[in-house]
Nanobody, 120 residues
Framework: QVQVVESGGGWVQPGGSLRLSCAAS????????MGWYRQAPGKERELVAA???????NYAYSVKGRFTISRDNAKNTVYLQMNSLKPEDTAVYYC??????????????WGQGTQVTVSS
């Protein structure tokens, strides 16, 4: 099995910063893309940022220039540095990992989610 565990959410005032972390562990041959998604109340889950094993990144337009995604391949960990946070960034943030468990098996795994609340 594979476990994906997030940490680092919480409450912050507008303009503040938070850093999310996500570690994948278990029966892993390699991890392809890792990413962060978010879901606000009454809205669909949306991609925030993603990063490939080679370091190529992709960001939602709404977070470009404010959020930075990075990863440590040796630790199977991905980070999301969130700066200049806005109330509209309030959501549950989910970590996603595209995991190869063997040369012929590849699965999507999700974390349990971590709440980020931006308010004054």
């Amino acid at each position: 099995q594979v476990q994906v565990v997030e940490s680092g959410g919480g409450w912050v005032q507008p303009g503040g910063s938070l850093r999310l972390s996500c570690a994948a562990s278990g029966s892993i041959l390699s991890i392809n893309a890792m990413g962060w998604y978010r879901q606000a109340p009454g809205k669909e889950r949306e991609l925030v940022a993603a990063i490939t094993s080679g370091g190529t990144t992709n960001y939602a337009y709404s977070v470009k220039g404010r959020f930075t995604i990075s990863r440590d391949n040796a630790k199977n960990t991905v980070y999301l540095q969130m700066n200049s946070l806005k109330p509209e960034d309030t959501a549950v943030y989910y970590c996603h990992a595209d995991v190869s468990r063997s040369s012929i098996s590849r699965y999507d795994y999700w974390g349990q989610g971590t709440q980020v609340t931006v308010s004054s």
